[in-house]
């Protein structure tokens, strides 16, 4: 598979992992560009006989830990969001609504580990199954179904049981 190739068949994926993560869209556009200048710089010295998934989103991890590293992340609501969703029609108390929204989803998420986070993240932002993560951290599939179990209950308990 050629850097091209790997490109289009795996952007949308690094994409929507990177904006679970990330509420700011520039921020996240500026990070998947990061991810893939990576992955080019090292792609010649890439095994083609291993597995790519994991290799990309080992990257993909390691940008966004590098990221929070840099920076003191502050959850609130971002202009951005607003002015998209007044471009694309949307009403400004619905948007409003959907950045208080993300806000207190962030908000939450923030009161996860890191690890939960990104099993969190991997299962809904990826849509792998707990043995494609299992596979992908080292993790056990059990230990996997578990931790995103207990995630799940801390986010519910945070946001009450109708938003999750």
Same mark, same amino acid.
């Given at each position: 598979m050629g850097f091209e190739e790997l490109y289009d068949k795996y952007f949308r994926r690094v994409y929507?992992?990177?904006r679970y993560r990330v509420l700011a869209r520039d921020a996240a556009d500026d990070l998947v560009s990061a991810v893939f200048e990576k992955v080019l710089d090292k792609f010649d010295a890439f095994d083609q006989g291993k597995p790519v998934e994991?290799? !990309?989103f080992a990257i993909a991890r390691n940008t966004l830990n590098d990221y929070y590293r840099r920076r003191a992340v502050r959850v609130g609501l971002s202009l951005d969001?607003?002015?998209e969703s007044i471009a694309?029609?949307?009403s400004v108390e619905r948007a409003a609504e959907r950045g208080e929204e993300n806000a207190q989803l962030l908000a939450a998420m923030s009161? !996860?580990?890191e690890a939960e986070r990104e099993l969190v993240a991997m299962k809904y932002?990826?849509?792998l199954s707990a043995r494609e993560i299992a596979a992908q951290t080292g993790l056990t599939e059990s230990n996997v179904g578990v931790t995103l179990f207990?995630?799940?209950k801390k986010l519910r308990?945070?946001?009450g049981p109708e938003v999750i």
């Open positions: 929507n992992y990177i994991p290799w !990309l969001g607003f002015e694309s029609g949307e009161g !996860l580990s932002a990826l849509d207990r995630a799940m308990d945070r946001l």
